[in-house]
C-alpha cells in the first residue's frame, strides 16, 4: 500500500461491497511521506513515482552504496548541552542545534512511501487486481500520465534504473559478482565485464573475484 512491501487487497469487479468499500477506503486515506514529507493517497500516488529513494545501504564513510553520494553529517553545536533541554521555541527562524541533517534526495524514482525501506519491483500491482476501484483512480490521476504505468502494472520504483556495480577509483570491478532483483522482482547475478552494461533492476550485493563480500561499493 503506502509503504514497501505491502499493496491494496486484490477488489475485482466480482468482490463484495465491503471488500469495495475497505479499499476504496484505504486508497484515499491521507499518509505522510516518511522520505520527503509530501501528504499523499494512493489513489493518485500509485505509479506516479513522485519521489525518489536510495535502494542501497549508507556504508561506513557514510556515503550511499547505490550513487556514492555523500550524507549530510550530524554537526556538533558547542550549546547543545544546555539547550537541548528545550522541546519548545517562539520564533520560527530559530530551530534546536539537535536536530537530524537534511536528507539527502534519493537516485532512483519511486512513489511516496511511508516506510524507511525502499519500494522494490516486486511491490508493483496489476490494475487487474484494482478493476473494482480503477474508474475512480483514473479519474484521479489518469493511467497513461503516471511514470510508473506499464503494461497494466502499477511499478512503485523506477524500473528503468539499471544496476550500479562496485567501482574502484572510478573504475568498475571486473570480475566482481553482483547479487540483484530483476524488474520482475526475481533474483539474479551480473558477472561485472570491461565496458558492460549492467541490466535493469535493483543490486543487493556483490562478491569479488576472490569470493569475498564487498562492502565499499565506491
Not at 30 to 49: K, P
Not at 141 to 168: A, E, K, M, S, Y
Request: overall charge neutral; hydrophobic content about 35%; aromatic content about 10%.
Amino acid at each position: 500500500m503506502a509503504r514497501a512491501g505491502a499493496r491494496l487487497p486484490t477488489v475485482t469487479l466480482y468482490a463484495e461491497k465491503h471488500e469495495v468499500e475497505s479499499a476504496f477506503h484505504k486508497a484515499n486515506k491521507a499518509w505522510s511521506c516518511a522520505h520527503c514529507g509530501v501528504s499523499f493517497n494512493l489513489m493518485e500516488n500509485m505509479g506516479a513515482l513522485d519521489c525518489k529513494q536510495h535502494p542501497g545501504y549508507v556504508q561506513e564513510d557514510g556515503r550511499w552504496s547505490c550513487c556514492g553520494v555523500r550524507i549530510n553529517p550530524q554537526r556538533w553545536v558547542k550549546n547543545w548541552p544546555v539547550q537541548r533541554i528545550f522541546t519548545q521555541h517562539e520564533s520560527p527562524c530559530w530551530s534546536p542545534p539537535y536536530t537530524l541533517p537534511e536528507r539527502v534526495p534519493g537516485c532512483q524514482k519511486c512513489d511516496h512511501n511511508t516506510s524507511e525501506l525502499a519500494f522494490e519491483h516486486s511491490d508493483a500491482q496489476s490494475i487487474a487486481d484494482l478493476s473494482a476501484i480503477l474508474p475512480y483512480m483514473n479519474d484521479k490521476f489518469p493511467f497513461h500520465l503516471r511514470n510508473g504505468f506499464d503494461n497494466g502494472v502499477l511499478r512503485r520504483c523506477d524500473p528503468t534504473r539499471r544496476i550500479r556495480v562496485p567501482q574502484r577509483d572510478g573504475v568498475p570491478m571486473v570480475g566482481a559478482i553482483v547479487t540483484y532483483k530483476n524488474t520482475d522482482g526475481e533474483e539474479s547475478t551480473y558477472d561485472v565485464v570491461v565496458d558492460g552494461t549492467p541490466p535493469m533492476g535493483m543490486e543487493a550485493s556483490a562478491i569479488d573475484s576472490h569470493g569475498c563480500t564487498i562492502k565499499q561499493w565506491w
